[in-house]
T-cell receptor
Framework: EAQVTQNPRYLITVTGKKLTVTCSQN?????MSWYRQDPGLGLRQIYY???????DKGDVPEGYKVSRKEKRNFPLILESPSPNQTSLYFC????????????FGNGTRLTVT | DAKTTQPNSMESNEEEPVHLPCNHS???????IHWYRQLPSQGPEYVIH???SNVNNRMASLAIAEDRKSSTLILHRATLRDAAVYYC????????FGPGTRLSVLP
């Protein structure tokens, strides 16, 4: 089944403890992206990647890192999480064809205390 | 950044058609118009997309203005399950979402 898989679904951590949220897609998609969603603010893009080894900042990249060493994986790294990074995170992917739609994962709810 | 303007919220009665508007005045000639929706407690899902011509699929219809500066997502008969946040975006490559329109469907 074609899907975008995020792990974990729920994560509670403390300020400053490094964490990684994984994202994997099995559709051989070139484009991948991370979004965070907060009440009243919609989906805001953190980072995106057009292909392997190519990443770019979105609207809210501060405090986050990403890597794209292989096509299927696009992990989101929080080196030193802070409470303002408490949010719902979504990973998405699409093929390189210009009109292809985005496929989203089921989300990761992160709480930083 | 590619920016769209949508009403914050709309309301519809069940079984009636719903027209969700979107303004995208800065759209370029090669940008596609995409619509997504997010049901409660779920990730966004693709609804429909188009370039110039009106488009239909099993979920909805997309009406695109002749100048392409606006579009309308049409749900022909709203059901309770259609209550969601609807996002309109235009893009050639990167997908940037706005706050969307929260659609409420009344029984």
């Amino acid at each position: 089944e074609a899907q975008v898989t995020q792990n974990p679904r729920y994560l509670i951590t403390v300020t400053g403890k490094k964490l990684t949220v994984t994202c994997s897609q099995n559709m051989n998609h070139e484009y991948m992206s991370w979004y965070r969603q907060d009440p009243g603010l919609g989906l805001r893009q953190i980072y995106y990647s057009m292909n392997v080894e190519v990443t770019d900042k979105g609207d809210v990249p501060e405090g986050y890192k990403v890597s794209r060493k292989e096509k299927r994986n696009f992990p989101l790294i929080l080196e030193s999480p802070s409470p303002n990074q408490t949010s719902l995170y979504f990973c998405a992917s699409r093929s390189g064809t210009v009109n292809s739609p985005l496929h989203f994962g089921n989300g990761t709810r992160l709480t930083v205390t | 950044d590619a920016k769209t303007t949508q009403p914050n919220s709309m309301e519809s009665n069940e079984e009636e058609p719903v027209h969700l508007p979107c303004n995208h005045s800065t759209i370029s000639g090669t940008d596609y118009i995409h619509w997504y929706r997010q049901l409660p407690s779920q990730g966004p899902e693709y609804v429909i997309h188009g370039l110039t011509s009106n488009v239909n699929n099993r979920m909805a219809s997309l009406a695109i203005a002749e100048d392409r500066k606006s579009s309308t997502l049409i749900l022909h008969r709203a059901t309770l399950r259609d209550a969601a946040v609807y996002y309109c975006i235009f893009t050639t490559q990167n997908f940037v979402f706005g706050p969307g329109t929260r659609l409420s469907v009344l029984p």
